[in-house]
């Protein structure tokens, strides 16, 4: 089961940690939360009891199995950083480089209309053999679309039908995406209108690309489950999701306003990304906000310690703290002197372990809050559940701080702007 240790938060000057009353809550306080996430309809909770999903998605995965060597995602945004995160989190780290040892086919995710990267991609993959899915709810992002457009070109190039390249996920509601899934007769999958982008992980948009890759979408699911349980219990003990965004709830009313997320596993890095993202968007707004802030442990003690240990004392440090590693791998002594330069018997996993101990023992010492969430092991169980803790807290953070964290009018605004400006041209 994954924890959440706080125990720092109170060993350090009071100014700058939280005390353990501070992190208490009774019954009716997280009651009071609960009522107004329910009546805010979001359906990131519920979508994960949907059977009949998972079963099309096995379906159409079972349909399709051994006909792609290449599944291409083209989107941006909460459209896009799920499935990166899956596959990082999930596949070999070296998954994409390994075709030929691979039964599953490569993924690959454009979340960019960089012409560079859509030019150099074109060296990496044969379209004939390829399956792109084009991901937008809305189905007019025009990143996505301009994507479709050049890829549905070379489909017709070489002659050959859409519906054999191309799966789309979007809304239920009309939109140009779903016009031309009818005309072309292409599958579509279809993203529940209460479920935003970024909340959309453990819809089709996450689950379809993470099935075709071969990871196990059910236990992934089972995972969310039993932390949605916990998500919606009022005994603050078990509620993990409410005791994260009350301590980042509590600790930027105490100026730290920005929140460094470290997990020190090379498998969670883009869960970092997926939840800048989640975090930014969702509680920015109103002159509100928390910064999110990416680092990798224990690649970033030697770029970022020093600015988190010594710089302005207004950070969250929040660690994910991955208790098996993987592989037992030991460290054998140096050929050359000084032979004794690693304690014998050291590991790889324990070598980690101790350096990531070393940044949290220094950080505490200099007064800086911080905070650790053990993951026993990154499978699609516990990622499950920490997808759903991040997403759950999310959620209570938006109510404690009274907003709602569900839209994004900055980032609408900009889409407008920019379609107004595509129309001058
Ligand atoms: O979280 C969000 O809502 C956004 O990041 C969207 O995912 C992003 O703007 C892409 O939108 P769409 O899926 O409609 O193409």
């Known amino acids: 089961m994954i924890s959440l240790d706080f125990s720092n938060l109170t060993k ?13 809550a009774t019954p009716a306080q997280i009651g009071r939360h ?79 209309i960089d012409p560079a990267l859509i030019s150099d991609f074109e060296d990496l993959v044969d379209s004939t053999k390829t399956l792109f899915i084009v991901i937008t709810k809305s189905g007019t992002t025009p990143e996505t679309l301009a994507q479709y457009s050049y890829y549905s070109h070379k489909i017709y190039q070489k002659k050959l039908y859409p519906r054999d390249h191309f799966v789309f996920i979007t809304e ?53 489950r039993e932390m949605r349980d916990r998500f919606l219990s009022t005994d603050i003990t078990l509620n993990l999701p409410y005791q994260l965004a009350l301590a980042q709830y509590q600790l930027a009313k105490k100026g730290k306003k920005i929140n ?15 939840y800048r993202q989640l975090l930014a968007e969702s509680i ?12 990798l442990g224990v690649t970033d003690q030697h770029s970022q310690s020093q600015l988190y240990n010594e710089g302005p004392n207004d950070k969250l440090l929040m660690f994910i703290n991955v208790e098996n590693l993987g592989p037992c791998m030991p460290i054998p002594t140096m050929i050359k002197k000084p032979a004794n330069f690693f304690p014998e018997g050291l590991t790889f996993n324990r070598l980690m372990h101790t350096e990531m101990e070393g940044t949290i023992t220094a950080l505490t010492k200099n007064n800086r809050p911080n905070i650790t969430i053990n993951v026993p092991e990154v499978d699609e169980f516990f990622l499950g559940q920490l997808l759903m803790l991040f997403m759950g807290a999310t959620a209570f953070l938006g109510e404690f701080f009274k907003i709602n964290a569900y839209n994004q009018p900055g980032v609408e605004l900009s889409k407008v702007i920019t379609k107004e400006l595509l129309q001058k041209y």
């Open 34 to 112: 609960l009522k107004k996430i329910s009546n805010r309809k979001q359906g990131f909770y519920t979508v994960i009891d949907d059977a009949a999903k998972v079963k099309k998605i096995n379906a159409f995965a079972d349909s399709v199995a051994g006909k792609y060597t290449d599944i291409v995602i083209l989107g941006i945004g909460g459209s896009a950083l799920g499935a990166i995160c899956l596959k990082q989190s999930l596949k070999h780290l070296f998954e994409n480089e390994l075709k030929d040892l691979s039964p599953a086919p490569r993924l690959h995710i454009l979340d960019n």
């Open 284 to 295: 920015g707004k109103q002159g509100i906000g928390i910064t999110p802030v990416n680092a």
């Open 172 to 224: 239920l509601k009309n939109n140009p995406l779903r016009q031309i899934a009818r005309e072309e007769n292409i599958t579509c999958f279809s993203i529940p209108e209460n479920v935003g982008g970024r909340f959309s992980v453990m819809t089709a948009v996450g689950l379809l690309p993470a099935k075709l890759i071969g990871i196990d979408i059910e236990k992934l699911l089972l995972g969310a």
């Open 260 to 274: 460094v997320l470290m997990p020190y596993s090379q498998k969670l890095i883009r869960f970092a990304d997926w």
């Open 12 to 24: 350090i000057k009071a100014a700058h940690g939280l005390t353990t009353k501070a992190l208490q």
